[in-house]
């Protein structure tokens, strides 16, 4: 089963936050739609599925038409595994969090390149600075080739790192993120520290490998769902998973000394000795407890879902996750931890 997939913003100034969210729901039942929204008074920022190619290209019709957008950049991609499992909207101040609540990008074009353009620019000019606005973890696994990487852990840090570059204000700044809204803002900050020479990639690393795959960006580009990350070709990654003790990407491959189970944990993680060679972070816990002895590993909520779905356990499975604690599986066939003692 193909699942299709669309991630895309739109900045517009919203009130009624709560009935839009009740029509985003409605509809997204409607469509049966799956993802992540996020909806604030400055828009909407979200990346959505639906086993349906069809369904999905209604729901982004009447999204277009229900913002009363004139153009919004889809970025669309595909994956054989469902990237999320249900569908949440979320409000918040920001739909994207830069702490520059309340500053709106202007409409239409603000010094956007297509990636037709990005390209043109990184093969034939060289006087220019290319920064990466994302976190370091995400630079780690996929870049382009010669951008300068802010080594920051939340974009917040941004503006500081910029103004400690003392880059001179006339140099030509290029700047770029996973799907571009970041840099809606981004470059907001670096025409107000006096870089007018600015420019941010069009819907960003999504979209220019829609186009260009295994050109000037190399490696993979992380993602904020299941995938974890894209390969070159837009393809859910096969390298990278979340590491299970930090949530960051990783590849590093283990057997875990508790339970025995092959897993992959990240780089960082494989270096901490209370997490080395570990495979989750109760197998972690029950090894400092009590060092060396063996025991069985404990399923994601993720994994019991698709237990109870292929019939390798009950209906009414249900794991420990704490002394009072247990996921079990609700009436909707999704995992919940709930309190162990209540039904
Ligand atoms: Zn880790
Ligand atoms: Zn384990």
Request: aromatic share 10%; proline share 5%.
């Amino acid at each position: 089963m193909s699942y299709f997939i669309s991630a895309f913003y739109h900045f517009t100034r919203l009130q009624n936050l709560e009935a839009i969210k009740a029509d985003l729901e409605k509809t997204a039942e409607k469509l049966s739609i799956r993802g992540l929204l996020i909806l604030g008074p400055e828009g909407i920022n979200t990346t959505c599925s639906s086993s349906s190619e069809d369904d999905l290209h209604a729901f982004k019709v009447w999204v277009l038409q229900y913002f009363n957008a004139s153009a919004i950049t889809f970025k669309d991609s595909r994956s054989d595994r469902p990237p999320f499992r249900r569908y949440k909207v979320k409000i918040r101040e920001e739909i994207v969090t830069t702490g520059l609540p309340g500053v709106m990008p202007p409409e239409g074009k603000n010094h956007h390149l297509s990636p037709e353009e990005w390209n043109r620019v990184l093969k034939e000019e060289s006087d220019f600075v290319m920064i990466d606005t994302r976190n370091w973890y995400e630079y780690k696994i996929g870049t382009f080739k010669g951008a300068l990487n802010p080594d920051i852990e939340k974009f917040t840090d941004f503006p500081a790192y910029i103004e400690k570059q003392g880059i001179s204000k006339d140099k030509k700044m290029l700047i770029f993120c996973t799907g571009g809204i970041r840099c809606e803002k981004g470059i907001l900050e670096l025409q107000n520290q006096g870089y007018s020479d600015v420019y941010q990639l069009e819907g960003g690393i999504l979209n220019y490998l829609e186009k260009f795959p295994n050109d000037q960006f190399g490696g993979e580009c992380f993602v904020f769902d299941h995938r974890v990350a894209v390969d070159q070709n837009l393809a859910p990654s096969a390298q990278y998973v979340l590491c299970p003790h930090c949530g960051q990407p990783g590849d590093t491959k283990v057997i875990c000394k508790r339970c025995d189970y092959e897993d992959k944990i990240c780089e960082n993680c494989s270096r901490l000795p209370f997490k080395q060679a570990t495979c989750s972070k109760n197998c972690a816990h029950q090894w400092e407890l009590n060092p060396g002895k063996k025991g069985q590993r404990q399923l994601l909520p993720f994994e019991l879902e698709h237990q109870v779905r292929t019939g390798a356990a009950s209906p009414h499975a249900s794991i420990p996750v704490t002394r009072t604690k247990a996921t079990r599986i609700n009436e909707q066939g999704q995992a919940v931890t709930v309190n162990s003692c209540s039904n």
